[in-house]
């Protein structure tokens, strides 16, 4: 293995072909870089889903009120569904296995708009309750979230993010001072953490004030626009039970058909997460079977070289053979080249595919679609070996060719 003769002949013979051995390793080296690029670009992908539900509770169901489409009991279609909290208590109640409930009201229609002295900006206002925080969770940075003192008093404090501070605060501290909401003045007695991942990069945050003072202050007496709520079955059978649980008590309170789609729009998290699950496995399935093909490529050029290899030496190995060279020698020789060429170039590979994606990790901003593209490095150094064995397996045939080599024969080869 360390016979530096037997090296020294390798190096010779690979100097002498070097465009045959560059080509032969260029094989192997897109092999091995196609399939730590495209698994790093898979993995970008699921990054980005997984980041734009980083902060939503994946076990939970939001409901918002739709129009009937067909009639029901004698009432027609075309009805409006305006959820109130009648109907949030009644699934709090109604559906087993409710851990946090909560509705939202937002204010919309250019009654968005927060000022404070002489600077204003445009942001989703949502009134929301305290449960919301284990739903829809913020990082907060100062101060607190709304709580339940907050929600039963109907207070007028609202929770702001950063970018809401620069637009009306500059480098000013947030806490205690007073914006106005619509005219009307709120406390600010929390700031979150603003990530724009899942809501579109220009897009401003949302503040939060309470669910009771929205109500009250901007008479929506008390109606809500959206429900959520999480349970504790986080399965994708339980999650369609809880979901069916909660139309027909909808149903019921507002006497539509359940089976009516129309009348409520309905997004189930976990639903959605089986399903974006189902097709990064589907993607990440088609990644490797596209990769691992590249490799037995350049795998199957590497076997084809060194058989080329074998038939211009054989005059070489016959020699060799006849002053007393052993088969396993041989078989050592050529083995030893296809082993070298594929280890280096398989290396090169990895280092290169590993070093794009953090070039493009470092370069390229995450969004909701694509995040951190990266590989697992275990992964990457499994492929590197087994592409070195499988390079070994390749150079074994005409390894073993050419020690079937009769000394005779190959002196008389032209």
Known sequence: MFDIEKWAEIFDTIGKNKLRTVLTGFSVFWGIFMLIFLLGMGRGLRNGFEYDFKSTAVNSINFWGGETSVPYKGLPSNRRIALDMGDLEALRHGVPGVEHISGEYSLWKGRSQLNHG?????????????????????????????????????????????????????????????????????????????????????????VFIPLSTAQRVFNAQDKVDRIVFSFMDSSLPGAKMVEERAVHILAARHSFDPTDERALHINNNIENAATFNNVFTGISVFLWIIGIGTIIAGIVGVSNIMLIVVKERTREIGV???????????????????????????????????????????????????RRPEVDLSIAIYATLVLIIAGTIAGLIPARRAAAIRPIEALRDE
């Not at 309750?129 to 940075?141: A, D, F, S």
């Not at 605060?169 to 929390?190: M, R, T, Y």
Request: charged share 20%; aromatic share 10%.
């Open 118 to 206: 002489k600077n204003y900006g445009n942001f989703s206002i949502k009134g929301i309750q305290p449960e919301y925080r284990n739903l829809e969770n913020q990082t907060i940075l100062e101060g607190r979230f709304i709580n339940e003192v907050d929600q039963q008093q109907a207070r007028k404090v609202i929770v702001i993010a950063q970018d809401a501070r620069e637009s009306l605060f500059k480098d000013a501290p947030p806490l205690h001072e007073w914006v106005q909401v619509n005219g009307i003045p709120f406390e600010v007695v929390g700031l979150y953490k603003f990530e724009a991942g899942g809501r579109g990069m220009n897009q401003s945050s949302a």
């Open 320 to 370: 060799r053979k006849a002053l007393g060279a052993t088969p396993a020698s041989v078989v050592g020789q050529v083995l030893l080249e296809a082993i070298f060429v594929t280890s280096f170039a398989g290396y090169f590979g990895l280092v290169c595919g590993v070093g794009l994606l953090e070039l493009l990790n470092g370069t390229i901003p995450g969004t909701e679609m694509f």
